[in-house]
């Protein structure tokens, strides 16, 4: 009998080998085809509008879904032996904790800390949208009342920009792009007189703190200081038709103004000016007196913010620095701080407090053109931007604000009350909203058919000496709205 090689047995134990497992694998295709075959039998018995091929795939799909579920279903059974093994192995060292093993403990423990985390962080997130939101509930349905006092009816074009006297005879500044600004009377609504010195549109309004003065800024790249002199008529007496702050309804485009004016041209007119400012190369859209009033600070398209002096009109410093046309400039009520905006997003704050020196901070808080910053009595700053949202700075922190005011439709030149601290914002979209400092909606001026503003409001001023008119309004439908804002102090509470 042949003896078989070496090499010839393990060959053949390795054919031997091959044929055991593909009989194994026929085997097992042979008990899936099996059972498919069954489950396809089955499906055929079935009454269902899916076709038989598709009703096919979704089995076979569920199966393979099953089978991974088995297999984690053996792989938790496998983790929690090798759990049971190491804390029969912790028992015997006596390093068991009561009440539950160490495994489960640690886990639960730390997945018991990371949700109480999570759920403290919702709380707090769901607790501050909640109280805002409930507070904008309870200034929708309050009792604040605002009511149309009187229409300032007059100029031939939108106004841009006004403004009210700081001494007596305390009187409403309005600024127009028909070249002219117009000084009222609040109790009467009759113009007492016009200034006609410029020769492009007047963009910007500002009464001198102790003097009988106005500043104006204008399109023909100059601004002008001229004095006034005015005679109060006598009051009349003003109907009643106080309306709740939410009265929206009935909304009508109209344009009641489009006609010319009677009476307007009845008041007398200021044609010179006492001082005209001429530095820039561009628009001047905006000027405002600095503290004391012997300085004035203007805006302009060319990009910068000038300081003169108002008595012998030199220019003290040119405040460089913006990429883009200045949009607005204020001035501290009561320190020499200077505020510019900018279409390039930013605000910028000048330092003049010290003479030997000016500094400058650039706040980037916005996305798109800032239209205004304002000063508060305090130590707030305020910023209104096209990009619908307005901000409340804090001058001694002026990294992050401190609440932030999201609205509907972009915000033009806004103002902010001297006792309430109410906030004022115009809107393109024709509404006028109040605020207070936290970011708590308070109410929203009426708007219909039958009075408020038909287009674009442009700017806002308060006034809280006047007893009948403390906040006015203008806009591009050519006149100016003031208003008596009554809003309880309740209503103001956090």
């Not at 600024?175 to 000084?183: I, K, Q, R």
């Not at 279409?343 to 400058?360: A, C, G």
């Amino acid at each position: 009998m042949p003896v078989e090689s070496g090499s010839s047995a393990a060959a053949r134990q390795a054919k031997q080998k091959r044929k055991s497992h593909s009989l194994s694998i026929r085997r097992t295709n042979s008990t899936e085809q099996d059972r498919s075959g069954l489950q396809r039998d089955m499906l055929e018995g079935q009454d269902s509008k899916l076709p038989l091929s598709l009703r096919s795939n979704l089995l076979d799909l569920f199966s393979q879904i099953e089978r991974e579920f088995e297999n984690l279903y053996i792989e938790n059974l496998e983790l929690r032996r090798e759990i049971e093994t190491l804390n029969d192995r912790l028992a015997a060292d006596g390093q068991t904790f009561e009440g539950a093993d160490l495994a489960k403990g640690a886990l639960k423990t730390k997945a018991s800390h990371s949700t109480s985390q999570l759920s403290q962080k919702l709380k707090t997130t769901y607790k501050a949208s909640t109280s805002k939101i409930v507070s904008s509930f309870k200034a929708t349905t309050s009792r604040a009342v605002c009511q149309l006092v009187r229409e300032y009816v007059g100029h031939r074009d939108g106004i841009w920009d006004l403004s009210v006297t700081r001494t007596q005879p305390v009187v409403l500044g309005t600024a127009s792009a028909d070249h002219s600004a117009m000084l009222w009377s609040i109790e009467t609504g009759k113009c007492l007189l016009k200034y006609m010195g410029h020769q492009g549109s007047v963009n910007s309004i500002k009464f001198h703190p102790t003097e009988q003065m106005a500043l104006t800024a204008s399109g023909d790249q100059t601004a002008h200081i001229w004095r006034y002199m005015v005679q109060l008529p006598t009051p009349q007496p003003v109907a009643d038709i106080s309306t709740p702050c939410e009265d929206d309804v009935d909304f009508s485009d109209k344009d009641e103004a489009d006609g010319e004016v009677e009476g307007s041209n009845d008041c007398p007119s200021v044609r010179v000016a006492t001082t005209t400012l001429r530095s820039h190369q561009g628009v001047v859209i905006a000027a405002d007196w600095l503290v004391g009033g012997k300085q004035v600070v203007t805006a302009s398209w060319d990009r910068a913010a000038n300081l003169y002096d108002v008595e012998t009109s030199e220019l003290v410093h040119s405040l460089t620095g913006h990429d883009q046309e200045l949009t607005h400039c204020c001035t501290h009520p009561t320190q020499r701080l200077v505020v510019t905006s900018s279409r390039d997003t930013t605000f910028r704050l000048w330092d003049f407090r010290d003479p030997s020196i000016h500094s400058v901070n650039v706040f980037q808080g916005h996305t798109d053109t800032v239209t205004s910053a304002v000063f508060t009595v305090g130590d707030n700053v305020v910023s209104g931007s096209d990009d619908r949202t307005v901000k409340v700075w804090d001058l001694k922190n002026m990294r992050s604000p401190i609440a932030t005011i999201r609205t509907d439709s972009a915000v033009n030149r806004i103002s902010v009350s001297v006792n309430q601290k109410i906030i004022a914002l115009p809107h393109d979209n024709r509404q006028v909203r109040l605020f207070d400092m936290s970011g708590v909606r308070l109410a929203r001026l009426p708007r219909s058919n039958r009075q408020g503003h038909r287009r674009m409001v442009c700017c806002s001023a308060w006034c809280e000496d006047n007893t009948s008119c403390n906040l006015f309004t203008c806009g591009f439908d050519r006149q100016a709205i003031g208003w008596n804002i009554n809003i309880p102090a309740l209503l103001q509470e956090k």
